[in-house]
């Protein structure tokens, strides 16, 4: 079974005066604007960064739910914040980590093997394994 879900982003001009908006298929995000004022200065808007921070808060979240239901264990709480770091590399810019700080209550088990499941969680989650996933591309230009 293979799900695809999009995000889009438009843009015009150039780095440092251009502007651009991001969507997402599912409207909760709708031309949100970004720029280099919200990805390096703290400009209104959104950023890639923030936006990758996010889905691996969330989808880190409701994988460890998941292997906590499978070990007899239910989240009462799991918070999750998803550190991601934008570093100059080589260059240019590259993202060079990202800290999980996850703070849960658990019923019916421990702490340790509810740390257990975050460990197996932190590896296993999709957007985990997105980080050292193959990219491919398509690529049109109108003349």
């Not at 998803?82 to 590399?89: F, G, I, W």
């Not at 257990?116 to 049109?140: G, R, Y």
Request: charged share 25%.
């Amino acid at each position: 079974m293979t799900i695809k879900k999009y995000g889009t982003a438009e843009w015009s001009g150039g780095i440092k005066d251009g502007k651009g908006n991001i969507s997402t298929e599912s409207g909760a995000l709708k031309s949100q604007p970004y720029g280099f004022n919200t990805r390096f200065e703290d400009g209104a808007g959104t950023n890639p960064e923030e936006l990758i921070g996010a889905a691996h808060a969330g989808c880190f979240s409701m994988a460890l739910s998941k292997i906590l239901g499978e070990n007899d264990m239910t989240a009462d709480t799991i918070a999750t914040k998803a550190t991601v770091s934008l570093d100059k590399k080589d260059g240019g810019f590259a993202v060079t980590a990202v800290h999980l700080d996850v703070k849960m209550k658990v019923s019916g088990g421990d702490a340790g093997s509810a740390e257990e499941a975050a460990k197996t969680a932190k590896e296993n989650c999709p957007i985990s394994k997105l980080l050292n996933a193959d990219i491919s591309m398509d690529v049109k230009v109108e003349a």
